[in-house]
C-alpha cells in the first residue's frame, strides 16, 4: 500500500514537472498547429541566411535544417543532419558523417558538397545581409575565401558523398561555433534558379515545406512526408499567423483560434490565476539579460564605486514583482541562469541602500549628479523601467532622466555612435557564453557590441585562456571567474533574465522550454491530440 | 468632362513630385538607418557588414544625388527593391494594395448604408429621442477608440460568441473581413451620421423648402426631391476626403487583426527604415486619395447638374 502510494506521489510529480509531455499518450500522426510569429515587423524572409531576426528564423528553422540544432533538453546544440562526428586529438579537426536519407524538399539527395557550397554562400554575401559570417569565420580558410584570396575555404574536405572533415581556426566548442539560425543547409540549383525570389519561396532539408506566405499576415507550412527521421513530423500542417499585438494573440487563444501563445507581462497575471490556462504553461529563463549600460566617459560612470552604487540602489526585486508581474528572473551577472557558465555560487546585488550611500560617498558624490537614460517603450526594458527608477536613485541623490526613443535611434545612438550617458536595453547571453562574454572583452569595439567600451585585462585573460582550453569544465570555470570580475566591476546596472512563457492549448503536446529564445519551437515532435478542433485538419 | 479628367490626373504630376520630395528629405533625416535595423541590434554584430549593407544600398551616397536616382527609376515606373526583404517594391505594394482597398471600401459601404440614412432621419426627427439617440451613438463612434473597438468586437464576437474568427486574412472570405471592417467603419459611419444630419437641417430651413411645401408638395417628394438631392453635395465631399483618412486609419486596423494590407507594410518599414518600400506605399497611398477626390468631383456633377466641368 505505501510503496503504491509512493508511486503515485512520484508519477504526479513527474506530470507536474514535465511541461508539455503527457506521460502515457501515444503521440498522434495528422492535424494542424496554428501557431505565432508574435515579434514587431513583418516576417522578411524565409531564406535563414540572409537574415538576422528572430521574426523569420522562427518559421524558416522548420523548412530547413544544419549541422547541429539546438536541444531543448539537453540545454545545448546537438547534432542533426549527421549521423556522428569523429573529434580528432588536435582539437580542431572533426569528421562528419551524414544519413544516408535526406533529401530536400525538391527531392534531390543530399551531400557534403551541399554544405560546402552553403559555407561558401555565406562567406561570399556579395553585399547582403549574411550574419553567419560571423560563425563560418570559424573555420580554417574561411576568412581568406571570404576576401577572395583562395578559390576554396581549406578547413572543409569532402571526404566522400556523406563524410566531410572540418578543420577549425582554434580549438573553440564546434557545436556552439556551427550552431546558429544563420547557418541552414541550402540547395544549390533551388537558390540559382530562384535568385532573391528563394526567400520567398524556401526549399529546405527540414521536416515542414514551405506551402504559402500572405505577406503580412500568415505563413503556411505542411509536412514534409521524405523527411530523414523516420515517422516524423506528426503535424500535417503548421500556420505561423504574424500577430505582433499581445492583446489580439491573447482573445485569439481565448477564442482557440490560437493553439500556442507566448505570453506577455501584460497577460501573465491573468494567466497564471486561470485554473485552466495555468496547466499548460512552460516557463524559462531566456539567454537575453536586461540592462542598463553606462558609458565610461560620463565622469561619474568612470568611477567604479558609483555603479556599484547604483546597482545597490536599486530594489530589483520589488520593480520585476511590480512592474513586469514577475515575468522576469532577477539578473546575478550577466550570464543568465541557463547558461552552462552561470555561477551558482554567485550573489546577485541586493538592495543595498546603505551600501549605496556609503560607497556613494567614497567615490567623493555623496551629492549625486545628473544623467540622461534613453530607452525605447518597451515595458520590460525600457522607459517605463527608468521610470521606476527614479525614487531608488533619489535616494543617492542621482537624478536619472529617462528619454525615450524609438528602436531604430536607439540602435545608432547605442551601437553605431557611442553617443549616450546611459541606455537600457536586452542584449543576447547565450547559447554560448565564451561568444556571450566575448561582447565585453576590450578587443571588441563599441559599434561591434561591446556599447560600454569596458576593458580589464584580467577579464580579457581570462577570456582569452577559455577560448584556448579544451577542456569544457575547465573552460566553463574561467568563463564564470570572468562574469564574476564583470559584475564586480559593474559596467551595467543587472537587471533581468526574461522569463519567456509560452501557453498552449490542452491538446497541444511537445513543445519545449527553449532557453535560446522560447520561439524557436522546433515542431518535429510536437503533435495534436483527438479533441484539437484542428486534429483531422488537413 | 473627359478633358477635365485628364487635365486634372495630369496636375497630379507636379503634386506627386512635390509630396515625393518632402518625403525623401524626411525619410533620409530620420536617424537610425535599415542595416542596423536589419542586423538584430540585441546581438554582437560585424561593423563591417554594416558598411558593406550600407554600401549596397547607396546609403553612402550624398542625398541628391539619392534623390536624384529614386526620381530616375520612378520615371521608368520603378519604386525601386526593398532593402530588407529584397522583393520589388511595385510587387510587394501590389500584393498588399487590395486587401486594404477591400477594407477602405467595405468600411465606406458600411458607412454610407448606415450612416446616411441615420443622419437623415435625425434630422427629420430633430428633437425627439430617436434623435438623440441616433447623435449620442454618432458621438461615440467618432469618440472610440479604434484599437479598443477591435479589441472589443473580437472578444464578443470571436470569443464569447465563437461566431467570426478573431483575426487574420483567411482565404478572402467574408466571416474575416466583417470584424476588421466594422471596427474601422464605426468612426465614419458616425462622422457621417453627423454631417448628413447638420446638412439636412441647414436645407430644411432653406427658403425652397418653404416655398415647396406652401405648393402643398408631399413631405415625402420634398425630401427625396429638394432635400436628399441638396445634401448629398456636401455629404459626398466629406465621404470623399475622409475616405483618404481611412486608408491612413487601416495601418492601426491591420495590424490589429494581421491583415495583410497596406498600412501594416508601411509601419513595418517605417521603423525598419526600409527607405524603398516606405516611400512605395506613401506614393501609393497619396494616389488612392488624389484619385478618390477626383472621383468624388465627377459625381457632382451627375449629382447637381448645375455643376459642369469643360
Same mark, same amino acid.
Given at each position: 500500500m505505501r510503496k503504491w502510494m509512493v508511486w503515485m506521489v512520484v508519477c504526479t510529480a513527474f506530470l507536474a514537472f514535465s511541461p508539455s509531455v503527457s506521460i502515457g499518450a501515444e503521440p498522434r500522426s495528422g492535424g494542424a498547429l496554428n501557431f505565432m510569429a508574435p515579434y514587431g515587423g513583418d516576417v522578411m524572409t524565409l531564406d535563414s541566411q540572409r537574415t538576422n531576426r528572430v521574426q523569420d528564423y522562427l518559421i524558416a528553422m522548420n523548412i530547413h535544417r544544419a549541422l547541429f540544432k539546438w536541444d531543448a533538453e539537453k540545454n545545448r546544440p546537438v547534432l542533426d543532419l549527421a549521423e556522428s562526428m569523429e573529434a580528432a586529438d588536435d582539437g580542431v579537426t572533426y569528421t562528419f558523417t551524414f544519413y544516408d536519407n535526406i533529401k530536400f524538399h525538391n527531392g534531390r539527395p543530399f551531400t557534403v558538397d551541399d554544405v560546402i557550397w552553403s559555407y561558401e554562400r555565406i562567406m561570399r554575401p556579395e553585399g547582403e545581409i549574411s550574419p553567419g559570417m560571423r560563425w563560418i569565420g570559424n573555420i580554417k580558410g574561411a576568412d581568406a575565401f571570404g576576401k577572395g584570396e583562395a578559390d576554396s575555404i581549406e578547413g572543409l574536405r569532402k571526404i566522400d558523398d556523406l563524410t566531410l572533415r572540418i578543420t577549425l581556426k582554434d580549438p573553440v566548442n564546434i557545436a556552439y561555433a556551427l550552431y546558429d539560425s544563420s547557418l541552414p543547409i541550402l540547395p544549390k540549383e533551388e537558390v540559382e534558379k530562384m535568385g532573391r525570389e528563394f526567400g520567398n519561396h524556401p526549399v529546405g532539408l527540414g521536416p515542414f515545406k514551405f506551402d504559402s506566405w500572405t505577406k503580412g499576415s500568415e505563413v503556411v507550412l505542411v509536412k514534409? /512526408?521524405?523527411?530523414?527521421?523516420?515517422?516524423? /513530423?506528426? $503535424?500535417d500542417k503548421v500556420v505561423y499567423r504574424i500577430m505582433p499585438e499581445g492583446a489580439a494573440r491573447d482573445l485569439a487563444f481565448r477564442a482557440k483560434d490560437l493553439d500556442a501563445t507566448i505570453v506577455g507581462s501584460t497577460q501573465y497575471p491573468g494567466y497564471k490565476n486561470d485554473p485552466e490556462i495555468s496547466k499548460n504553461m512552460i516557463e524559462v529563463a531566456e539567454m537575453f539579460t536586461r540592462l542598463m549600460g553606462f558609458h565610461p566617459d560620463y565622469e561619474p560612470f568612470s568611477n567604479k564605486k558609483v555603479r556599484q552604487a547604483i546597482n545597490y540602489a536599486i530594489n530589483d526585486k520589488l520593480i520585476i514583482e511590480k512592474l513586469l508581474k514577475e515575468k522576469a528572473f532577477n539578473a546575478v551577472?550577466? $550570464? /543568465?541562469?541557463?547558461? /552552462?557558465?552561470?555561477?551558482?555560487t554567485a550573489e546577485p546585488y541586493g538592495y543595498d541602500p546603505e551600501k549605496a550611500k556609503q560607497l556613494m560617498k567614497e567615490a567623493g558624490y555623496e551629492d549625486g549628479f545628473e544623467f540622461e537614460a534613453i530607452g525605447t517603450t518597451n515595458e520590460a526594458w525600457g522607459t517605463p523601467v527608468l521610470e521606476a527608477l527614479i525614487p531608488f536613485l533619489r535616494e543617492i541623490n542621482v537624478t536619472i532622466k529617462p528619454v525615450q526613443v524609438e528602436g531604430a535611434l536607439l540602435g545608432e545612438r547605442v551601437d553605431?555612435?557611442?553617443?549616450?550617458?546611459a541606455f537600457i536595453w536586452s542584449y543576447e547571453s547565450g547559447p554560448d557564453p565564451l561568444a556571450a562574454l566575448k561582447r565585453w572583452h576590450s578587443g571588441t569595439p563599441a559599434n561591434a557590441g561591446n556599447s560600454v567600451v569596458y576593458s580589464n585585462p584580467e577579464y580579457d585573460k581570462l577570456l582569452d585562456q577559455a577560448a584556448r582550453t579544451r577542456d569544457e569544465a575547465e573552460k566553463m570555470e574561467l568563463l564564470k571567474k570572468a562574469d564574476r570580475i564583470f559584475q564586480d566591476d559593474a559596467p551595467i546596472w543587472f537587471f533581468n533574465y526574461n522569463k519567456a512563457i509560452m501557453a498552449h492549448q490542452p491538446w497541444v503536446h511537445g513543445l519545449q522550454p527553449v532557453a535560446v529564445e522560447m520561439m524557436y519551437q522546433d515542431m518535429t515532435n510536437v503533435w495534436v491530440d483527438e479533441t484539437s478542433p484542428r486534429a483531422k485538419k488537413k | 468632362m473627359f478633358a477635365y479628367a485628364v487635365r486634372r490626373i495630369l496636375q497630379f504630376i507636379p503634386t506627386i513630385l512635390a509630396i515625393s520630395l518632402i518625403m525623401f528629405m524626411l525619410l533620409n533625416v530620420l536617424p537610425g538607418n535599415a542595416a542596423m535595423m536589419a542586423m538584430d541590434s540585441r546581438k554582437a554584430k560585424d561593423p563591417e557588414m554594416i558598411e558593406q549593407l550600407k554600401k549596397r544600398w547607396g546609403l553612402d551616397k550624398p542625398l541628391y544625388v539619392r534623390y536624384l536616382l529614386y526620381l530616375k527609376d520612378l520615371a521608368h515606373g520603378d519604386l525601386g527593391r526593398s532593402f530588407i526583404r529584397g522583393d520589388e517594391v511595385g510587387a510587394l505594394v501590389a500584393a498588399r494594395i487590395w486587401p486594404t482597398l477591400k477594407l477602405a471600401f467595405t468600411a465606406m459601404a458600411i458607412a454610407v448604408i448606415l450612416g446616411i440614412p441615420l443622419g437623415f432621419f435625425s434630422a427629420l426627427k430633430q428633437g425627439t429621442w430617436l434623435d438623440t439617440a441616433s447623435m449620442v451613438g454618432a458621438v461615440s463612434g467618432v469618440s472610440v477608440p479604434q484599437f479598443w473597438l477591435g479589441l472589443l468586437l473580437m472578444y464578443f464576437f470571436?470569443?464569447?460568441?465563437?461566431?467570426?474568427?478573431?483575426?487574420g486574412y483567411g482565404d478572402g472570405d467574408i466571416a474575416h473581413l466583417i470584424l476588421p471592417s466594422v471596427t474601422l467603419g464605426v468612426g465614419y459611419t458616425a462622422l457621417l451620421a453627423r454631417t448628413t444630419r447638420a446638412a439636412v437641417i441647414e436645407v430644411l430651413n432653406t427658403d425652397y423648402i418653404r416655398t415647396a411645401r406652401a405648393k402643398g408638395l408631399s413631405e415625402l417628394l420634398i425630401n427625396r426631391k429638394h432635400v436628399l438631392r441638396n445634401t448629398l453635395i456636401l455629404v459626398m465631399t466629406t465621404a470623399g476626403l475622409q475616405f483618404g483618412f481611412l486608408i491612413g486609419q487601416t495601418v492601426i486596423v491591420e495590424k490589429l487583426f494581421s491583415w495583410p494590407g497596406l498600412g501594416s507594410l508601411l509601419v513595418d518599414s517605417i521603423f525598419m527604415r526600409d527607405i524603398p518600400v516606405t516611400q512605395g506605399c506613401i506614393l501609393v497611398i497619396i494616389s488612392v486619395f488624389l484619385l478618390v477626390n477626383l472621383a468624388v468631383d465627377l459625381l457632382y456633377a451627375f449629382v447637381d447638374p448645375r455643376i459642369e466641368y469643360s
Open positions: 514534409n /512526408p521524405d523527411y530523414f527521421e523516420k515517422g516524423r /513530423p506528426y $503535424l551577472g550577466f $550570464l /543568465p541562469t541557463t547558461s /552552462p557558465a552561470f555561477d551558482e553605431e555612435k557611442n553617443d549616450f550617458q | 470571436a470569443v464569447q460568441f465563437r461566431l467570426l474568427p478573431p483575426s
